[in-house]
């Protein structure tokens, strides 16, 4: 609809309830994230006075792979750098919640009994993988075995309560002061595929051999900081770790014809690997394509024998907050050197002839490449060595070393070896997310205990820029905002800034939510540019030390110069999602003031109205004026919509006092339409509005998020045009998450789907026929067809 407006009446309008209680969608998070102070400052940067404390770890351990259990002696100096005097220091015990009374196991719930019993299709019933976790976890010896605390040669006290154990010390440990402890223990390695976890073995039946991968395999120093203090919360599975940076001594005797690869650098290659091997490796440093250091033929004849003497691999790591390691004679082992910048690291993969061809191809490559994009948005990679490991672990990081899943199927009755789609960008995409975790947490040492998004979000946010430069199409599951939108609409949700063990749909609240989030204010609130510039000096600023959620968030702000509070109120600690609609549209032009313009435009409004039903039937009645035209007169020549001169005259008078510029914008022409919009998900978000014109040309304007600022429910905005508007849409591209694209659009446009239509089965559920259904491989009296003894009574 077209109205006509006073031309100096033109303005921006914003509808509003007076009611209804006003939502400030931007009121500043200053109650909700802690105070700055000289530990971590208002702008997000470390503080003049931050503090991290150090742990350095010297270990010696030993795989009985027939026992499939380590033992193992550790030395660990622990460097108190905070302003606190400490009298006990936290350890981390993660292999209990291996014990059959762990928290973990003890707290598992299970379906309802409902969806035990009726399960409403197959896939809802219970898997035998499950009923087999949960009876093995019953009969399992899993959790450490603490042999000995002690300092100095003496004993010291310590009381272990659950995955955590505190070690009550001798004299309280002043700031600036150091403390050396020794702990030796031992532990049965669970079988991964049966008990599940972040790592474990792997039982090959068809060469009766295993692979280990082997991870929180040893006491570690719990996190003290700032904010937390002692980050003792129990490992319950889901949340995941925060700990000290340090350098790590490892050996690792292992059986002779194992192949081990781990973090850090190899420091005996000539006790452990042949000439050939040494060579292979010397050759992969500056290689263009991965250098196989162990063959397939090889880890294939290793397969046949198991040997009975004992190897040591040394290693050592500096500056990491872990260590983790995978052994096995089935390994097949490549390598590339990788060399830009400040980087210069050995990318490696170690994977079973199961993994072939698909490991060989993919796995080395994928790891340069994630470093390669990871180093555009963060900082150079720093360590020596990149790891990707084939295993039972479908995917799991650790300092330089990351162990992941997928592999090739091969055909039982052919033998033939091919793989899906899903399967080949699965292990791109694992391996690329696992890799990336170098960056995210491993270096940018967030609390995962605390936080999971901090790692996992910000990580898979990465991952998918990373995916996308692999190939144009890449199928990436997470990061597009289309693909969140079901998640969106869901009820079954918690805000992101929710504690690591207390949220639902994990995958969707930890990893896809925030990586979206980012992306949005990647590409549609700041910009590539702010953003990136941002995010990278997050990176920066929070390398090897331990930032918090507001660390993040306040740097975002501080280095982009945009405030984002709403942003993060809305998408980080609501479950609100985004819904703008179209409400209505209205146009309006200038009156021009011009009688011959103004009375024309106001007759075709009238001649556009529907005729009504009465006046269609009345047409063909007799008229008296047509059998007596001498009965016409001056009105019915002419109507309210002609010009008198009395019109031209006052316009002329009005035209004379008007000023150069008001004659201009009458003469203009422009066509004005109020657009009403309403936020009915609650979370704000700028308007993207792809406006189309008569002449069939289209463009983009961007309306800020501000824009709801005063009415965060309602608002009406006036667009512009040069010529009539004929079609309008908010979120054309689809890059807000909207959850409802149905109201986008004016004028409406029909939702296409398809009905599926069913055949009624009848007699579904009939006893009597069920009961002398014929049993297959059985003749019609139950006993085995060609056998001559009778089915049982």
């Known amino acids: 609809m077209r109205k006509t407006i006073g031309f100096l009446a033109v303005c921006f309008t914003v509808s509003a309830f007076a009611a209804e209680p006003f939502d400030d969608k931007f009121r500043q998070l200053d109650e909700i994230l802690p105070t700055a102070n000289s530990y971590r400052t208002a702008s997000g940067a470390p503080g003049a006075a931050y503090w991290q404390q150090r742990a350095d770890y010297k270990i010696r351990a030993t795989l009985d792979e027939a026992k499939r259990a380590i033992s193992g002696s550790e030395e660990i100096h622990y460097h108190n750098n905070s302003p606190d005097t400490l009298s006990y220091l936290w350890v981390q015990l993660d292999q209990n919640i291996y014990k059959k009374d762990s928290d973990a196991r003890m707290m598992l719930t299970q379906p309802s009994r409902e969806a035990w019993a009726k399960p409403r299709n197959p896939e809802d019933g219970y898997k035998f993988e499950g009923m087999r976790g949960i009876l093995a976890g019953r009969e399992f010896d899993g959790g450490f075995n603490i042999k000995n605390v002690t300092a100095g040669g003496q004993p010291l006290k310590y009381t272990i309560n659950r995955t955590m154990m505190r070690i009550d010390l001798p004299t309280p440990l002043k700031p600036g002061q150091s403390y050396a402890f020794n702990i030796d223990w031992s532990y049965n390695i669970n079988e991964q595929l049966v008990l599940g976890g972040r790592s474990g073995y792997e039982h090959f039946e068809e060469d009766k051999n295993d692979l280990f991968e082997i991870a929180q395999w040893y006491p570690r120093m719990a996190a003290y900081y700032d904010v937390m203090g002692w980050q003792h919360k129990q490992f319950l599975g889901s949340g995941e770790f925060t700990l000290e940076f340090g350098d790590y001594d490892v050996q690792l005797t292992v059986p002779a014809d194992h192949v ?441 304007e961007r309306v800020p998020a501000e824009v709801w600022r005063y009415s965060p429910k309602k608002i009406t905005k006036l667009i512009v045009t040069d010529e009539p508007m004929v079609g309008l849409v908010q979120d054309p591209y689809w890059e807000t998450a909207d959850i409802d694209t149905s109201n986008n659009a004016w004028p409406r446009k029909v939702t296409q789907s398809r009905v599926e239509l069913f055949k009624t089965e009848r007699d579904r559920n009939n006893l009597m026929r069920d009961f002398n259904t014929p049993l297959k491989g059985k003749d019609s009296k139950g006993a085995d067809k060609g056998s001559k003894e009778p089915a049982a009574e």
């Open 260 to 700: 081990v690869g781990a973090t850090g650098e190899l420091q005996n290659a000539n006790d452990v690997l042949t000439a050939t091997q040494r060579d292979r490796l010397a050759k992969a440093r500056t290689a263009t394509a991965p250098v196989v250091i162990v063959t397939q033929e090889e880890a294939e004849k290793a397969e046949k024998s198991v040997s009975t003497a004992a190897k040591t691999w040394h290693f050592k790591a500096s500056n990491v907050r872990d260590f983790a390691w995978a052994s096995s004679r089935k390994f097949i082992w490549d390598a590339q050197g990788f060399k830009k910048d400040a980087t210069n690291v050995m990318a490696m993969s170690y994977y079973p002839k199961e993994g072939n061809p698909l490991w060989g191809k993919y796995s080395t490559q994928a790891i340069i490449h994630t470093i390669d994009q990871y180093n555009k948005y963060s900082f150079d990679f720093p360590y020596p060595t990149a790891i990707s490991v084939n295993g039972p672990v479908g995917g799991m990081e650790y300092p330089m070393i990351s162990f992941n899943g997928p592999r090739p199927a091969k055909d039982k009755k052919t033998g033939a070896v091919t793989w899906s789609q899903q399967t080949k960008y699965g292990l791109i995409g694992v391996i690329i997310h696992e890799v990336g975790h170098n960056y995210y947490p491993m270096i940018i040492n967030s609390d995962e205990r605390q936080w999971t998004w901090m790692d996992e979000g910000l990580n898979t946010f990465v991952q998918y820029l990373a995916e996308q430069a692999w190939e144009d199409g890449y199928p990436s599951r997470r990061g597009e905002p289309r693909n969140i939108v079901d998640y969106m609409r869901s009820q079954n949700q918690v805000p992101i800034m929710t504690n690591s063990e207390s949220l639902l749909q994990f995958g969707n609240n930890a990893y896809a939510k925030p990586a979206t989030g980012l992306n949005i204010l990647r590409e549609t609130i700041l910009g590539r540019d702010l953003f990136d510039y941002a995010f990278k000096e997050y990176a920066r600023r929070w390398k090897f030390k331990r930032p918090t959620p507001a660390d993040f968030f306040r740097t975002m702000e501080d280095a982009s110069g945009t405030d984002l509070d709403w942003f993060w109120r809305g998408w980080f600690y609501t479950t609100d999602a985004v819904d703008i609609s179209i409400d209505g549209i209205s146009e309006y032009g200038v009156n021009t003031k011009d009688p011959e313009k103004e009375k024309a435009w106001k007759k075709a409004q009238k001649d556009a109205q529907p005729i009504s039903l009465s006046e269609q039937r009345n047409k063909s009645l007799p008229k008296r004026l047509d059998a007596h035209p001498e009965l016409k007169d001056f009105y019915n020549e002419h109507d309210e919509f002609t010009v008198t001169n009395k019109d031209r005259n006052t316009y002329a008078e009005a035209i004379e006092k008007l000023e150069p510029w008001e004659k201009k914008l009458l003469d203009q022409g422009k066509h004005l339409y109020l657009v009403d919009f309403s936020n009915l998900g609650g979370m704000v978000m700028p308007l993207v509005l792809e406006i189309e014109l008569k002449s069939g040309k289209k463009y983009i």
